[in-house]
């Protein structure tokens, strides 16, 4: 009779964790997320008092100027003709996330991870940032240019077609392919660092850079200037 009990138990365990693993089970934001995101003030009350979690939704034609998130995770999340202009992201993580359309232009980003996400027409340009990583990503026809702050990261990335120029912050890019994106017109002897990564048809020029690190970068047929 005990072993039945126990079996029991450890049946209605797993059945939990599988449902939480389908997301059967929603958090108080991810019940939320939509009325929240109707309105802004609403939602930096909600966000000013908590650290959210998001996932498996789609977010289309929203408009959440202006919105902080501080600690928070979006995971699975597709961001679709969003205008996230203005937003204040701190310590926050993009996984597994799909950016189409819209702009997340003007922002300011510190301590933020966007890992095995996706960008497709999309643009972070003017932000202000502070150790930004984009890790794994694939990043097309997008602009993450005009930046002003510390330091972005890209690892593991593919990027082809955008504008990373007129920027006044470090860029380091590892083990990443970048094709046809421009860092022209950069400011303030700002350092670049590229490692065992291939360039193609990338623009440099008019830039001031303080230093240029290249280690094992290859380049492509389109060459860069």
Same mark, same amino acid.
């Given at each position: 009779m005990r072993f039945l009990h126990v079996l029991v138990f450890m049946m209605l365990c797993f059945g939990a964790a599988d449902g939480n693993a389908m997301g059967l089970f929603k958090n108080d934001f991810e019940q939320k997320w939509e009325e929240l995101f109707r309105d802004v003030k609403k939602l930096n009350g909600y966000t000013s008092t908590q650290s959210v979690v998001l996932r498996d939704v789609k977010v289309e034609e929203c408009d959440i100027e202006g919105a902080v998130?501080?600690?928070a995770t979006f995971s699975g999340v597709e961001w679709q003709s969003v205008d996230a202009?203005?937003?204040?992201?701190?310590?926050?993580? +993009?996984? &597994? =996330? $799909?950016?189409?359309?819209?702009?997340?232009e003007d922002g300011t980003l510190t301590d933020v991870l966007f890992e095995n996400c996706e960008f497709f027409d999309t643009s972070f340009?003017?932000?202000?940032?502070?150790?930004?990583? +984009?890790? &794994? =990503? $694939?990043?097309?026809?997008?602009?993450?240019?005009?930046?002003?702050g510390k330091t972005v990261y890209f690892d593991g990335c593919t990027w082809e077609t955008g504008v990373g120029g007129d920027s006044s912050c470090e860029f380091i890019i590892k083990?990443?392919?970048?094709?046809?994106?421009?860092?022209?017109?950069?400011?303030?002897?700002?350092?670049?660092?590229?490692?065992?990564?291939?360039?193609?048809?990338?623009?440099f020029g008019h830039s001031h850079f303080s230093t240029v690190t290249l280690r094992r970068v290859k380049q492509g047929e389109g060459g860069t200037k």
């Open positions: 998130f501080t600690g202009r203005k937003t204040v992201l701190t310590k926050t993580i +993009f996984r &597994n =996330c $799909k950016f189409i359309g819209g702009t997340w340009s003017g932000s202000a940032v502070v150790n930004v990583r +984009f890790k &794994n =990503c $694939k990043i097309n026809e997008t602009g993450i240019g005009y930046l002003t083990h990443c392919t970048i094709k046809g994106v421009s860092f022209s017109a950069m400011k303030d002897n700002v350092p670049i660092l590229v490692e065992d990564s291939l360039l193609d048809e990338v623009n």
